[in-house]
């Protein structure tokens, strides 16, 4: 069965540079989560999208943005990185009126010098 | 806000034990899904368990089963005959109307 795929995979930016990560869901699923997990600790929740929009918010920086597309796909965009942008970041999807269960993507380790 | 509160950092039993993972959590919500999910060294989150907060019946898959406690908020996973492929960080995760939220996680270690 199809998963979610993150792209890439590994990342490595200097401070204050910009950084884009890709997450394709799964097919037929309509909402696309990004969290955010630092070294030692549980996943943050940042942002959701369901149909292109967003559709919740959580503890994501104002430096961070991120769009769901037409097809599906999502990107979360991040500029003037800071070395506390460190981690990993996970894309989940689910199908919205579905049971509610997100499927992860692999990560997207992203480390700033 | 939810909160989900995991009260063992770290755990250790021998291979074939049985295991207890604790976890607590807080809402006014009435429907919401709880969750156990394993991240194994290679950092994937994989969903182990899965139950509905209106289902009074303990879910189980194969030799991981859950104690599921409304009233008291309690949602505790058990691993039966445990294998050294268990060995993990497992979060207990809580969704209600919108986001995923986490507890601080345990680590369960499966000795040989």
């Known amino acids: 069965a199809a998963g979610v795929i993150q792209s890439p995979r590994h990342l490595i930016k200097e401070k204050r540079e910009t950084a884009t990560l890709k997450c394709y869901p799964i097919?037929?699923?309509?909402?696309v989560y990004w969290y955010q997990q630092g070294p030692g600790q549980d996943p943050q929740f940042l942002i959701s999208?369901?149909?292109?929009?967003?559709?919740d918010k959580g503890s994501i920086p104002d430096r961070f943005s991120a769009q769901q597309f037409s097809d599906y796909h999502s990107e979360l965009n991040m500029s003037s990185l800071e070395l506390g942008d460190s981690a990993l970041y996970f894309c989940?999807?689910?199908?919205?009126?579905?049971?509610?269960?997100?499927?992860f993507g692999p990560g997207t380790r992203l480390t700033v010098l | 806000a939810q909160t989900v509160t995991q009260s063992q950092p770290e755990m250790s039993v021998q291979e074939a034990e049985t295991v207890t993972l604790s976890c607590t959590y807080d809402t006014s919500e009435n429907n919401y899904y709880l969750f156990w999910y394993k991240q194994p060294p290679s950092r994937q989150m994989i969903l182990v368990i899965r139950?509905?907060?209106?289902?009074?019946q303990n879910a189980t898959e194969n030799r991981f089963s859950v104690n599921f406690q409304k009233a008291a908020k309690s949602f505790s996973l058990k691993i039966s005959d445990s294998q050294l492929g268990d060995t993990a960080m497992y979060f207990c995760?809580?969704?209600?109307?919108?986001?995923?939220?986490f507890g601080q996680g345990t680590r369960l270690t499966i000795n040989p």
């Open positions: 995760a809580f969704k209600g109307a919108q986001k995923l939220v």
């Open positions: 999208f369901y149909e292109k929009m967003q559709s």
């Open positions: 139950q509905e907060a209106y289902k009074q």
């Open positions: 989940a999807s689910s199908s919205r009126g579905a049971y509610n269960e997100q499927f």
């Open positions: 097919p037929r699923h309509d909402t």
